[in-house]
Every structure is written in structure tokens, then in C-alpha cells.
T-cell receptor
Framework: DTGVSQNPRHKITKRGQNVTFRCDPISEHNRLYWYRQTLGQGPEFLTYFQNEAQLEKSRLLSDRFSAERPKGSFSTLEIQRTEQGDSAMYLC????????????FGPGTRLTVT | EDKVVQSPLSLVVHEGDTVTLNCSYEVTNFRSLLWYKQEKKAPTFLFMLTSSGIEKKSGRLSSILDKKELFSILNITATQTGDSAVYLCAAGPRAGGTSYGKLTFGQGTILTVHP
């Protein structure tokens, strides 16, 4: 399967714990995006990478959130000191470079903070 | 603040009906309008539209963009139960602006097709 993959698929954690999610994009895609989706809403943009450079972060991304893409391939999203409001589906998407705007999504990581 | 609004929020039809889903947008430096289908998993890509008035078609699905009136429609003809899903509309900016390609999504239209 050459689509976007995400791990883990589900994560249950206690409030205050740190969690880390991983995203592996489609291999030839140099752009990688993180979105968050809550029930009944469309995905909300969190952050975006072109190769290893993080080019934009949403205001939604508080200082408890950090994302990396160290070698321009896979990316990680870490949430420190989780809160119940962080419970959501975290989606990763990837796309080719300029002029090819369609983004392809991974299966998502569902986070539940108890 | 970029905004995408979809209507209706939900729609219930019977197999064989034709449906039209609406999407209006206000996005700085608009470049593209995308439609996705979401069943209990991640969104799957349907269409990307960048030019006004040119219909894109895939089987029973078609979509068109009006850049003057800032809206798009998604049509599904001869609906089937397998079309039941949330349909998401998203707008993206021109590359090279202050937003490098983030998509702003609407809330989605929940389509339910009964046999």
C-alpha cells in the first residue's frame, strides 16, 4: 500500500500525559499537513511542512503541540500535558509540490484523553 | 478569516434520486476548491477545481466552480446506498502566498441514501 499511513490508529491517554503520533506520507510527496477533526466538523488545519521545513502553524497549535519532519520524510506530532479538549481525530495528509494541490489523507489517529 | 460554508448540513434521499450539494467560500488568495468523501475514516479525494465553469465528472458524480459568485456544487445522480457519507468541501490558497496550501474545510454535508 503506497498511501499515507499513520500510527497508532487509536490512543487512549490520561490527562497530563504526553503523546506522539507518526505520519508516513506518500513517498514522492514533499508536502505534509496535519489537521484535527472533531465530531461533526470538517478537518481544521494545524501545521504544514515542505520537505523538512515547517512553513506554517495555525493559531490552534498551542505551545503544547510540536511537529517535526526531520529528514523530509515521516513526521511526528507531539502533544504535551494532554487535556480533555485535545480528544479528536488527528489527520495527516500529503501532496506533491507547487501546482498539485490535491491532498491525500491517511487513516488518522483517534486520541481520547480521559 | 477564511471561511467555507456547506449546505444543506444533512440530506436524506432514496436510491435513484439526484442530489446537489452546495459550497460557498471566502478564502484569501483563492486557488482551488476540493471535494472529499468521508465515510467513517479519513477523507478520500473526489475532485479539485481551479477554473470557473468547467465541469469535472467521474461516473455519477460531477462538480463545477463559479469563481465570480464564490461557490461550487457537487451533483450525484442515480444515488446508491454506497453514496451515504459526509461530503466535505475545502478551499485552498494560491501557492506562494502567506498560506502555502492549507485547506479550509466546510462543516460537511451528511448524505443518507435509503434503499
Amino acid at each position: 500500500d503506497t498511501g499515507v499511513s499513520q500510527n497508532p490508529r487509536h490512543k487512549i491517554t490520561k490527562r497530563g500525559q504526553n503523546v506522539t503520533f507518526r505520519c508516513d506520507p506518500i513517498s514522492e510527496h514533499n508536502r505534509l499537513y496535519w489537521y484535527r477533526q472533531t465530531l461533526g466538523q470538517g478537518p481544521e488545519f494545524l501545521t504544514y511542512f515542505q520537505n523538512e521545513a515547517q512553513l506554517e502553524k495555525s493559531r490552534l497549535l498551542s505551545d503544547r503541540f510540536s511537529a517535526e519532519r526531520p529528514k523530509g520524510s515521516f513526521s511526528t506530532l507531539e502533544i504535551q500535558r494532554t487535556e480533555q479538549g485535545d480528544s479528536a481525530m488527528y489527520l495527516c495528509a500529503s501532496s506533491l509540490g507547487a501546482g498539485r494541490g490535491e491532498q491525500y489523507f491517511g487513516p488518522g489517529t483517534r486520541l481520547t484523553v480521559t | 478569516e477564511d471561511k467555507v460554508v456547506q449546505s444543506p448540513l444533512s440530506l436524506v434521499v432514496h436510491e435513484g434520486d439526484t442530489v446537489t450539494l452546495n459550497c460557498s467560500y471566502e478564502v484569501t488568495n483563492f486557488r482551488s476548491l476540493l471535494w472529499y468523501k468521508q465515510e467513517k475514516k479519513a477523507p478520500t479525494f473526489l475532485f479539485m477545481l481551479t477554473s470557473s465553469g468547467i465541469e469535472k465528472k467521474s461516473g455519477r458524480l460531477s462538480s463545477i466552480l463559479d469563481k465570480k459568485e464564490l461557490f461550487s456544487i457537487l451533483n450525484i445522480t442515480a444515488t446508491q446506498t454506497g453514496d451515504s457519507a459526509v461530503y466535505l468541501c475545502a478551499a485552498g490558497p494560491r501557492a506562494g502566498g502567506t498560506s502555502y496550501g492549507k485547506l479550509t474545510f466546510g462543516q460537511g454535508t451528511i448524505l443518507t441514501v435509503h434503499p
